[in-house]
């Protein structure tokens, strides 16, 4: 049997009976990060990158967390278990599963670029990779996040100089922070959502340098020329009104898309992401020097059958993991 099988409630380690990112509730869940695809409520204990504990208990509450550092060793029933660095967001983890000498490593989401908050991805050497295909096809291609940032403070300044409130629209964990950080604060005051007020005080609580924020609470009134940083679900008519006049942009790699970008209903994209592109996955691939892939999220039957043609012995597994709805594959660009 191999030392990784998939079953209904999620991947799963048979002789150290330890589920890895379970979507259906077991015993011992072992979790890669924070996001709500990868850790899901109910299980009986949770073992994570010690990070992550803040996170989740601000997501699931208070639970039976057990938290562990990058590279240490635990050993379950034979199995010799680590977690390294997987640069998606903070306390993200790749997980090391090495026994009777076949190693596989699951990698959860990860990204190759540095984003100055969670710690940089590092290679796993492996027989067996489980990686992720969020943005698995060679139209993804990040620009350095150097750049991204200085488009964001330029299209913050414009808004300034015409007297509206900025607002920009992004994941609560991870994206929000890296906002936060990234861009200039000597344009104007950055105002947070509630809930990416409480996810950057779980960053604060474990060391993680952010930089100033105000919490936008129901009464708070920003200025023209202030910038607020809220998630997606924040955005309704109602509560865009409170902050008239003012314009709206979107971070995500999906805005890579032209179709993505017009339907969103932000007036301006950015195109900054927490996963590897088409370059990054093929690099963190090579990297593991791993002769076996397993793909999951997003594009993992066209991604998979790109790494067959390679050489390698690659499959698509079918898990509820996705970044968001996956796309239609984009007809133009
Ligand atoms: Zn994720
Ligand atoms: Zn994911």
């Known amino acids: ?40 409520y109910g299980h009986k204990s949770y073992l994570v990158h010690h990070h992550s504990i803040p996170l989740l208990q601000k997501r699931l509450g208070n639970q039976y967390y057990m938290g562990i550092e990058y590279g240490e060793l635990v050993n379950i029933n034979g199995v010799q278990f680590s977690f390294h660095p997987a640069g998606h967001v903070l306390g993200s983890a790749q997980i090391r599963l090495a026994y009777k000498g076949e190693i596989w490593c699951i990698s959860g989401d990860y990204k190759l670029q540095e984003d100055g908050v969670s710690m940089p991805f590092e290679p796993v050497k492996c027989n067996t990779f489980v990686t992720e295909s969020t943005f698995g096809l060679p139209v993804f291609n990040w620009a350095n996040p150097t750049k991204v940032f200085n488009e964001i403070n330029h299209w913050w300044h414009q808004q300034a100089s015409q007297k509206r409130t900025a607002i920009i629209f992004a994941y609560s964990l991870g994206k929000a922070q890296r906002i936060l950080k990234g861009i200039n604060h000597d344009i104007g005051k950055v105002w947070v959502h509630n809930a990416v007020h409480e996810l950057n005080e779980a960053h ?43 314009a709206t942009a979107s971070a995500s790699g999906w805005m890579a898309i032209r179709g993505t970008r017009r339907r969103s209903s932000a007036d301006r994209g950015f195109v900054l992401s927490d996963h590897a592109d ?50 239609d594959l984009p007809t133009e660009n």
């Open 1 to 40: 049997m191999a030392l990784v099988e998939i079953t209904d409630y999620g991947l799963f380690c048979a002789q150290a009976g330890v589920y890895i990112d379970p979507w259906k509730p077991v015993e011992r869940a072992l979790i890669t990060h924070a996001h709500s695809d990868h850790a899901r």
């Open 204 to 246: 604060v609580q474990v060391g993680i340098k952010l930089k100033p924020w105000e919490v936008l609470t129901i009464d708070a009134k920003p200025q023209p020329g202030d910038l607020i940083i809220a998630p997606t679900s924040a955005e309704t008519e109602g509560w865009l009104k409170r902050f008239a006049p003012c």
């Open 278 to 327: 088409w370059i990054g996955l093929n690099t963190a691939i090579k990297s593991t020097q791993c002769e076996n892939v397993w793909v999951t999220h997003g594009y993992a039957a066209t991604f998979s059958k790109w790494l067959r043609e390679n050489g390698l012995n690659a499959i698509d597994i079918q898990t509820p993991f996705t970044d968001q709805p996956v796309m």
